[in-house]
């Protein structure tokens, strides 16, 4: 159980275009998802938690803007990446915390973004 | 902010010994998670510690939850080849507020 699945893997982009990642919870509900993004050989970095039916709360620094959220369903979350540049290249994890243990996050398998 | 410190940064062992890492915390949490990271995947949950005091095994692995519910522990005992990786630990203060803190991850090499 708790098993969380991220589309596409990876993904190369051009600089300029805009580049959706979806997270889903395969086998419970998750009224709380939350976005990380973690650079090569570093810890993760919150960058936002996602509440299903309400807006997103993002961290400090981290554009809303250009990181949209949408948390349309109990197990679906969506990130777009918007007008993408390079320094937006890195690896983007998801994680999903079911209703009844929101303490305990399972993660996705991350998507690796390149902007080229 | 909450800080967690993780040690040791990276652990050269050979096959078959123990491994012990640690955390600890600036302040309290009500939850301590360690995972698992490999090369390009997400990081996977290995045991998940709710109870101050509490003792947890998982296979080869135990963790603990510190009494001051400052500090955990991960200990692998007779480790393999694939327990090479990186071990994140991570805390949560709960009340409502279910963010995760991470510690700098250890990264675990095992010498065959």
């Known amino acids: 159980g708790a098993v969380v699945s991220q589309h596409p893997s990876w993904v190369i982009c051009k600089s300029g275009t805009s580049v959706k990642i979806e997270c889903r919870s395969l086998?419970?509900?998750?009224?709380?998802m939350f976005w990380y993004r973690q650079f090569p050989k570093q810890s993760l970095m919150l960058m936002a938690t996602?509440?299903?039916?309400?807006?997103?709360?993002?961290e400090q620094g981290v554009e809303k803007d250009k990181f949209l959220i949408n948390h349309a369903s109990l197990t679906l979350s969506t990130l777009t990446v918007t007008s993408a540049h390079p320094e937006d290249s890195s690896f983007y994890i998801c994680?999903?915390?079911?209703?009844?243990?929101?303490?305990?996050?399972?993660f996705g398998p991350g998507t690796r973004l390149l902007v080229l | 902010g909450q800080q967690l410190n993780q040690s040791p940064q990276s652990m050269f062992i050979q096959e078959g010994e123990d491994v012990s890492m640690n955390c600890t915390s600036s302040?309290?949490?009500?939850?301590w998670l360690w995972y698992k990271q490999e090369p390009g995947e997400g990081p996977v949950l290995l045991i998940a510690?709710?109870?101050?005091?509490e003792l947890t095994s998982n296979g080869r692995l135990t963790a603990q939850f510190g009494i001051t519910r400052k500090d955990s522990f991960l200990n692998i005992s007779a480790s393999i080849p694939s327990d090479v990786g990186i071990y994140f630990c991570?805390?949560?203060?709960?009340?409502?507020?279910?963010?995760?803190?991470f510690g700098k991850g250890t990264k675990l090499s095992v010498i065959p």
């Open positions: 994680s999903s915390a079911p209703g009844h243990q929101q303490e305990t996050q399972y």
């Open positions: 086998d419970f509900q998750a009224t709380t």
């Open positions: 996602s509440n299903e039916g309400s807006k997103a709360t993002y």
């Open positions: 302040s309290i949490f009500n939850t």
């Open positions: 510690l709710y109870k101050a005091g």
């Open positions: 991570a805390g949560s203060a709960g009340a409502g507020s279910y963010q995760l803190t």
